[in-house]
């Protein structure tokens, strides 16, 4: 049994415009020490689908509508508040996209991951400070004695989300949710904050969910990959099969428009033609048939569920999937 399944997901949002359907039917499952790259541009739905895994969707205007989110074979869409309290942050924990706002200003690094540890562990004061700077050093973090009494803005910004990655794991996760954890680093820190998780998931036998928009982290990091687009998932399987034989044109279109230094010349950048259409507004049919080239005339009568055709190793919603192989 996958120890997350996420079966047939929708989440809305109150609007002034009217009522937002975020994510439509989203379905996925990830496996004890696998990682699941969840990839697409900004907006298609990867925060929303995250936070609502770990029950923290902003309530008003946001909440869940249908489907179900089992971990470990609970059902936590009928969690009360209190439990799901308990379960956030020992059982599952994450990484969320911005380090500065996520770590608060006014209380020390010691401070905060002392409170995860004696909330969810019920440890001492000086137990969990302990823990504490062996989690720092865990992550890498220089003289962690020291660091842990300091607050978060005398911290770069690499420190800073190994201070998070270092709170997320304090209490051995079964799952980690990653979200854009390497957004507005370095390069150089890029890599090396994704290093620390794909080493210590391996270390601690944790199931990991990768959020990012960068098709090169999913190819370094995930064992899965699943590409959204408007609220829905549009292609899923193996890392290497979505990235050698994309099946649906929209993963096609973002793996061509990933730069490659060509010794001969360097082709025009090829792009997805048209906008991402309005949530409130959205086509009949496919929702990416206006941006494709391949569309059929049933494209615009229907909407194609994911399927697998073949010995295809990916399901696509696609109905015309053309594998194209990425040289």
Request: aromatic share 4%; hydrophobic share 40%.
């Amino acid at each position: 049994m996958p120890l997350l399944e996420v079966d047939n997901l929708q989440v809305e949002f109150s609007t002034e415009r009217g009522v937002a359907r975020a994510i439509d039917g989203v379905s996925f499952n990830v496996n004890e020490g696998e990682t699941l790259g969840i990839v697409g541009e900004s907006g298609c739905g990867k925060s929303v689908t995250s936070l609502s895994v770990m029950g923290l969707i902003p309530r008003p205007p946001g909440r869940i509508v249908g489907g179900e989110i089992r971990f470990a074979g609970q059902d936590l869409t009928q969690l009360s508040d209190k439990a799901y309290r308990k379960l956030r942050g020992r059982d599952m924990s994450m990484i969320f996209q911005e380090p500065m706002t996520a770590l608060n200003p006014v209380f020390t690094i010691g401070n905060q991951i002392s409170d995860v540890l004696r909330r969810h562990k019920g440890l001492s004061r000086k137990q969990a400070r302990t823990r504490g700077i062996e989690m720092l050093a865990e992550v890498g973090i220089p003289a962690p004695d020291k660091r842990i009494d300091e607050y978060p803005h005398q911290l770069s910004g690499g420190m800073r989300q190994r201070v998070m990655i270092a709170m997320a794991l304090s209490c051995d996760p079964k799952l980690l949710i990653a979200d854009e954890p390497t957004t507005a680093l370095d390069v150089t820190i890029q890599a090396q904050v994704l290093e620390l998780i794909k080493n210590l998931a391996a270390d601690h036998g944790t199931a990991v969910i990768l959020i990012t928009h960068d098709l090169g982290v999913v190819a370094e990091t995930c064992d899965r990959a699943a590409v959204m687009y408007c609220g829905r998932i549009i292609e899923q399987g193996p890392v290497d099969a979505l990235f050698e034989q994309p099946r649906h044109p929209y993963t096609a279109g973002l793996l061509a428009s990933v730069p490659r230094i060509r010794p001969d010349r360097l082709p025009r950048l090829p792009t997805i033609p048209g906008i991402v259409p309005d949530l409130l507004d959205l086509p009949d049919g496919c929702r990416f048939r206006d941006r494709c080239g391949q569309a059929l005339e049933r494209c615009g009568q229907f909407d194609p569920d994911l399927s697998a055709e073949g010995d295809a190793r990916t399901e696509a919603a696609c109905f015309n999937p053309n594998p194209v192989t990425q040289t």
